[in-house]
């Protein structure tokens, strides 16, 4: 699933292309992508016609774009979805299922989602924010990139916490953005094992913790993000290069970039956690 530096590339990329534009015509493929929006494909469509796209924002792994009129269009990606900015004259993907043209008829925007988990929907904005955040993703916490992202309350919140670190780190709600790649990228580079209760956590270490996530996530952005297959692309059909770079994730049974210990991979919560035994000690 594309964690925040993905998402954080392709609202770039929305922003760049589509800000400002006038949306003529909105057309829906397939159902599930509107799935959430209350009045289905009809009302997503009527309330974007004539609709004109703000600077896309990011909540975490959430995209929005204010329409200008107290609405906002809000998407999440899922396990693989695109939105590709496209000439009309490309023929259609395979797994199209939104489509916006805009007046100035140059080019379209495209909403590609092979396995239908993410979607789109125009909802209402929380009223008096700037950022027009749309009222159900509200609840979700700032991410480490987002400039008002609170250091010290997290530090605090995380030691508070009565669970394991990498739980924590995946808490919507504590801090966004972070998926199951970043984190297992920030415990190796903090030297914690995933399973280490956030109770036993120093200030400084959660401080820490919070650096290495934050410089990790900088770093993939940087180059794109980190893409494993070709689900994961920028609006530009652009695949990002940070899987070179990784130092945890996917590596089992290589040697550990610190100590040379075989990195080991172990199943955790339907996902799979990568560490070395050796510099990520599992507490007693």
């Not at 699933?1 to 949306?23: D, F, K, N, S």
């Not at 199943?267 to 507490?283: E, K, L, T, V």
Request: glycine letters at 8%; one cysteine or more; proline letters at 6%.
């Amino acid at each position: 699933m594309p964690e925040l530096p993905e998402v954080e590339v392709v609202r770039r990329g929305l922003t760049r292309w589509v800000a400002g534009r006038t949306v003529i015509a909105a057309q829906v493929l397939h159902p599930r992508a509107v799935r959430r929006q209350p009045g289905g494909a009809d009302q997503f469509t009527a309330m974007l016609v004539g609709a004109t796209l703000g600077d896309a924002q990011r909540r975490g792994k959430y995209l929005w774009v204010p329409l200008g009129n107290g609405l906002s269009m809000v998407g999440h990606l899922g396990m693989s979805g695109q939105l590709l900015v496209q000439d009309a004259s490309v023929p259609d993907e395979t797994h199209l299922r939104v489509r916006l043209r805009f007046t100035d008829g140059d080019g379209e925007l495209r909403f590609v989602d092979q396995r239908t988990f993410g979607g789109l929907a125009v909802e209402e904005a929380e009223p008096d924010d700037p950022e027009h955040t749309p009222v159900s993703i509200a609840h979700i916490a700032r991410d480490p990139l987002d400039p008002r992202f609170d250091d010290a309350a997290f530090a605090t919140a995380l030691r508070a916490k009565r669970t394991t670190v990498k739980r924590a780190l995946l808490d919507q709600t504590l801090i966004s953005g972070v998926g199951n790649i970043y984190a297992d990228e920030a415990l190796w580079r903090t030297r914690l094992h995933y399973d280490r209760p956030t109770a036993t956590l120093t200030r400084p270490l959660a401080t820490e913790l919070l650096r290495h996530a934050r410089e990790v996530m900088t770093a993939a952005l940087a180059v794109g993000g980190t893409s494993f297959d070709s689900l994961y692309v920028n609006v530009n059909g652009e695949s990002g290069y940070f899987s070179r770079d990784l130092d945890a994730y996917g590596r089992e049974g290589e040697p550990c970039r610190r100590c040379g210990t075989p990195m080991r991979r172990e199943a955790w919560m339907n996902r799979s956690s990568y560490f070395c035994p050796r510099c990520q000690r599992r507490p007693r």
